[in-house]
């Protein structure tokens, strides 16, 4: 098969600067929701880090995984992360990094696997705190950390 190109408009040889690094769950159906957000925020340019459960891998906690497995699993996880917002910052020269969850998420079994929608909300703001201080202890000063949880 061969490679299909596509002609861009918008590379040109200017240095890129990005407003923000955002780290959002692929969930297809949260796509609007970050339109939504950029434009609500005004972001004209951000770099977007689209992976399964958004923020939850810099939540990660090892003490509480079942198995070896599980550890390092979670451990590339937010390796891979913090890869990505680090170059965001490197490269792009980002100065905010925005950490998504949703309600209704795979990565956390779905709603079905809270009691109710109050403990699943209650459940991804302790996630958030949790990911944004990690996230804090290992980006440079100077660098916003907001949260943003999509519900329904």
Partial sequence: MPITRIKSEGLDESHYFAEACIV?????????????????????????????????????????????????????????????????????????????????CGGYGYSKAFPDAEAELAHHEKELESAKKFLADKLPNGITIETVMVIK
């Fill in 24 to 104: 959002w769950c692929f969930d297809a159906r949260t796509s609007g929701d970050l339109d939504d957000f950029l434009t609500s925020r005004g972001f004209e340019r951000a770099d977007v880090v689209k992976v399964a459960g958004g923020a939850k891998a810099f939540a990660f906690d090892p003490s509480s995984a079942r198995s070896e497995e599980e550890i390092e699993s979670g451990l590339a996880a937010r390796g891979f992360l913090l890869s990505q917002v680090k170059t965001s910052i490197r490269l792009h020269e980002s100065k905010a990094v925005v950490l998504m969850l949703h309600v209704d």
